[in-house]
Protein backbone atom coordinates (compact mmCIF):
# COMPACT_ATOMS: atom_id res chain seq x y z
CA UNK A 1 0.00 0.00 0.00
CA UNK A 2 1.41 3.27 -0.86
CA UNK A 3 -0.09 5.97 1.64
CA UNK A 4 0.05 9.90 1.18
CA UNK A 5 1.07 11.58 5.46
CA UNK A 6 -1.10 14.44 5.49
CA UNK A 7 -0.63 16.88 8.74
CA UNK A 8 0.44 20.29 10.08
CA UNK A 9 4.69 20.65 9.70
CA UNK A 10 4.90 24.30 11.07
CA UNK A 11 5.99 24.35 14.20
CA UNK A 12 8.88 22.22 16.19
CA UNK A 13 5.51 20.29 18.21
CA UNK A 14 4.21 19.58 14.71
CA UNK A 15 7.20 18.51 13.02
CA UNK A 16 8.12 15.96 15.93
CA UNK A 17 4.49 14.63 15.83
CA UNK A 18 5.33 13.62 11.58
CA UNK A 19 8.63 12.65 12.13
CA UNK A 20 6.72 10.04 14.72
CA UNK A 21 4.15 8.80 11.92
CA UNK A 22 6.68 8.83 9.48
CA UNK A 23 8.68 6.08 11.57
CA UNK A 24 6.15 4.30 12.04
CA UNK A 25 4.75 3.97 8.19
CA UNK A 26 8.29 3.04 7.76
CA UNK A 27 8.27 0.13 10.10
CA UNK A 28 4.58 -1.19 9.16
CA UNK A 29 4.94 -4.60 7.02
CA UNK A 30 1.90 -3.55 5.11
CA UNK A 31 3.20 0.09 4.12
CA UNK A 32 5.18 -0.32 0.39
CA UNK A 33 5.77 3.62 0.46
CA UNK A 34 4.35 6.74 1.98
CA UNK A 35 4.58 9.91 0.52
CA UNK A 36 4.95 12.82 3.15
CA UNK A 37 5.26 16.73 1.94
CA UNK A 38 7.39 17.41 4.50
CA UNK A 39 9.61 15.20 3.32
CA UNK A 40 9.08 16.43 -0.54
CA UNK A 41 11.59 17.49 -2.65
CA UNK A 42 9.73 19.90 -4.41
CA UNK A 43 10.37 22.72 -2.01
CA UNK A 44 14.43 22.62 -2.97
CA UNK A 45 14.14 21.58 -6.65
CA UNK A 46 11.91 24.76 -7.14
CA UNK A 47 12.91 27.87 -9.71
CA UNK A 48 10.39 29.77 -7.83
CA UNK A 49 10.56 31.86 -5.06
CA UNK A 50 9.24 30.00 -1.82
CA UNK A 51 5.60 31.77 -1.16
CA UNK A 52 4.97 32.86 -4.56
CA UNK A 53 1.97 31.97 -6.73
CA UNK A 54 4.05 29.83 -8.72
CA UNK A 55 5.72 28.05 -5.84
CA UNK A 56 2.32 27.46 -4.54
CA UNK A 57 1.24 25.93 -7.50
CA UNK A 58 4.14 23.83 -8.12
CA UNK A 59 3.40 22.13 -4.09
CA UNK A 60 -0.35 21.90 -4.84
CA UNK A 61 -0.14 20.19 -8.06
CA UNK A 62 2.64 17.56 -6.71
CA UNK A 63 0.54 17.12 -3.56
CA UNK A 64 -3.09 16.18 -5.63
CA UNK A 65 -0.78 13.62 -7.88
CA UNK A 66 0.38 12.16 -4.73
CA UNK A 67 -2.94 11.57 -3.15
CA UNK A 68 -4.48 10.66 -6.54
CA UNK A 69 -1.23 7.70 -6.77
CA UNK A 70 -2.07 6.92 -2.70
CA UNK A 71 -4.23 3.77 -1.80
CA UNK A 72 -4.89 6.10 1.41
CA UNK A 73 -4.19 8.42 3.58
CA UNK A 74 -3.09 8.89 7.26
CA UNK A 75 -3.66 12.24 8.75
CA UNK A 76 -2.36 13.60 12.26
CA UNK A 77 -5.78 15.80 12.79
CA UNK A 78 -3.81 17.79 15.53
CA UNK A 79 -3.31 21.52 15.04
CA UNK A 80 -4.20 23.74 17.08
CA UNK A 81 -7.14 23.06 19.87
CA UNK A 82 -9.75 21.50 18.14
CA UNK A 83 -9.13 23.28 14.50
CA UNK A 84 -7.34 21.09 11.86
CA UNK A 85 -5.14 22.89 9.54
CA UNK A 86 -6.60 23.94 5.98
CA UNK A 87 -4.24 22.39 4.19
CA UNK A 88 -4.65 18.90 5.70
CA UNK A 89 -8.82 19.62 5.65
CA UNK A 90 -8.53 20.00 2.29
CA UNK A 91 -6.61 16.81 1.88
CA UNK A 92 -8.67 14.66 3.38
CA UNK A 93 -11.90 16.27 1.87
CA UNK A 94 -10.30 15.31 -1.74
CA UNK A 95 -9.19 12.02 -0.45
CA UNK A 96 -12.62 11.27 0.58
CA UNK A 97 -14.12 12.46 -2.73
CA UNK A 98 -11.73 10.00 -4.04
CA UNK A 99 -12.78 6.65 -2.02
CA UNK A 100 -9.47 6.55 -0.44
CA UNK A 101 -9.68 4.97 2.85
CA UNK A 102 -8.53 7.84 5.64
CA UNK A 103 -6.89 6.33 8.85
CA UNK A 104 -7.17 9.28 11.60
CA UNK A 105 -4.53 10.30 14.26
CA UNK A 106 -5.43 12.48 16.73
CA UNK A 107 -3.27 12.44 19.81
CA UNK A 108 -4.61 15.83 21.80
CA UNK A 109 -7.51 13.46 23.39
CA UNK A 110 -9.23 16.39 25.11
CA UNK A 111 -9.94 18.10 21.84
CA UNK A 112 -13.40 17.59 19.91
CA UNK A 113 -12.81 16.85 16.47
CA UNK A 114 -14.92 18.23 13.31
CA UNK A 115 -17.79 16.30 12.31
CA UNK A 116 -16.77 16.25 8.57
CA UNK A 117 -13.18 14.96 9.67
CA UNK A 118 -14.76 12.58 11.82
CA UNK A 119 -17.21 10.98 9.48
CA UNK A 120 -14.60 10.55 6.69
CA UNK A 121 -12.88 8.57 8.70
CA UNK A 122 -12.63 5.20 7.89
CA UNK A 123 -10.13 4.27 10.85
CA UNK A 124 -9.63 6.50 14.21
CA UNK A 125 -6.87 6.26 16.54
CA UNK A 126 -5.44 8.34 19.43
CA UNK A 127 -2.26 5.83 20.04
CA UNK A 128 0.60 6.52 17.09
CA UNK A 129 1.75 3.39 18.05
CA UNK A 130 -1.54 1.89 16.32
CA UNK A 131 -0.07 3.25 12.44
CA UNK A 132 3.16 0.82 12.91
CA UNK A 133 0.51 -1.96 13.41
CA UNK A 134 -2.53 -0.89 11.29
CA UNK A 135 -2.81 -3.60 8.33
CA UNK A 136 -3.41 -1.57 5.50
CA UNK A 137 -4.23 -4.58 3.42
CA UNK A 138 -7.09 -5.66 5.35
CA UNK A 139 -8.38 -1.89 6.23
CA UNK A 140 -9.96 -2.83 9.35
CA UNK A 141 -12.35 0.01 10.31
CA UNK A 142 -12.81 1.91 13.62
CA UNK A 143 -15.84 4.87 13.58
CA UNK A 144 -14.88 8.07 15.86
CA UNK A 145 -17.48 8.17 18.04
CA UNK A 146 -15.57 11.33 20.22
CA UNK A 147 -16.82 14.70 21.01
CA UNK A 148 -17.71 16.69 17.80
CA UNK A 149 -18.74 19.79 16.51
Do not use: C
Request: net charge negative.
Amino acid sequence: MKIYLAGPFFSTKQITRIEKVEKALTNNQTVTSYFSPRLSDENSQSSAPEGSPAWAKQIFKKDVAEIDKADALVVVADYVHANMDSGTAFEVGYAYNANKPIIILQELTDEPLNLMIGQAAHYYTQNINEIETYDFNQLPANDFTGKTF
